[in-house]
């Protein structure tokens, strides 16, 4: 065989045995699974639901007072400034609150103005509160006590539900020792999940007594009954 031709064909073998090894190294290689440790313990679970109870004592009530008044120009710059310290002589140590403020002029040339504020104000103070506005009103503007209502204030409230939460923490803790002891592991808390809705229990809206008219009552505190549930789920890693 001539040397040309000897050399032609291993040069032909050698491209060929290449090729076949580029087209075995496309080919798709099986996967391979591997098991990994999972980040995450493995936890014993206990799920349960606490709820505690607590009243809610009121000895304050919120009280409405509606001016009316009919002023000239040069009244209706003092105006606000009087009201305020009239507001502040009908229930002394009282924050009052302007919640609305109005004025229109009439056909006669007069500003007609018609105010709120409200304040809360302690129980035992409450005897006579509406004479004391009708003292306050002289001719061209009237004080009246529009509302009296008896109940918690939302401050008294939000304590309440704090204090309630102190309760289910120290129960949820109490829980936890008596299970170590008893299973002789180390719980601890998951989660806890407040029932929000449950806050007032089986009173579907604070228990407030109205009264629009009439004397002046309220001596005896008003309580209110709060609810706080908690869903929770205690944990021990096996």
């Given at each position: 065989m001539n040397k040309k031709w000897f050399f032609a064909a291993i040069l032909i073998a050698g491209l060929l045995l290449l090729v076949s090894i580029v087209r075995a190294s496309d080919k798709p290689t099986t996967p391979q699974v591997v098991q990994l440790a999972s980040p995450y313990p493995s936890l014993d679970r206990i799920h349960y639901v606490v709820q505690k109870e607590q009243w809610v004592i009121s000895d304050s009530a919120r009280v409405i007072v509606g001016v009316n008044a009919n002023l000239t120009d040069e009244a209706?710059?003092?105006?606000?400034?009087?009201?305020?310290?009239?507001?502040?002589?009908?229930?002394?140590?009282?924050?009052?609150?302007?919640?609305?403020?109005?004025?229109?002029?009439?056909?006669?040339?007069?500003?007609?103005?018609?105010?709120?504020?409200?304040?809360?104000?302690?129980?035992s103070t409450l005897a006579g509160l509406r004479a004391k506005a009708d003292?306050?009103?002289?001719?061209?503007?009237?004080?009246?006590?529009?509302?009296?209502?008896?109940?918690?204030?939302?401050?008294?409230?939000?304590?309440?539900?704090?204090?309630?939460?102190?309760?289910?923490?120290?129960?949820?803790?109490?829980?936890?020792?008596?299970?170590?002891?008893?299973?002789?592991?180390?719980?601890?808390?998951?989660?806890?999940?407040?029932?929000?809705?449950?806050?007032?229990?089986?009173?579907?809206?604070?228990?407030?007594?109205?009264?629009?008219?009439?004397?002046?009552?309220?001596?005896?505190?008003v309580n209110q009954k709060l609810v706080l549930q908690a869903d929770v789920i205690l944990a021990a890693k096996v």
């Open positions: 209706l710059d003092q105006f606000q400034d009087k009201m305020n310290k009239n507001l502040a002589m009908l229930a002394k140590n009282a924050s009052w609150h302007i919640t609305q403020f109005n004025r229109n002029q009439d056909s006669s040339g007069l500003e007609q103005v018609s105010a709120q504020a409200e304040a809360r104000i302690d129980n003292k306050l009103s002289s001719p061209g503007i009237k004080y009246v006590i529009v509302d009296i209502q008896y109940g918690p204030s939302d401050e008294d409230i939000q304590k309440a539900k704090n204090t309630l939460r102190q309760k289910m923490y120290a129960a949820i803790e109490e829980e936890i020792r008596s299970l170590n002891k008893l299973y002789k592991q180390d719980f601890f808390v998951n989660s806890i999940d407040f029932d929000l809705n449950s806050d007032f229990g089986s009173a579907p809206s604070p228990m407030l007594m109205k009264f629009s008219g009439g004397a002046d009552n309220g001596a005896v505190p």
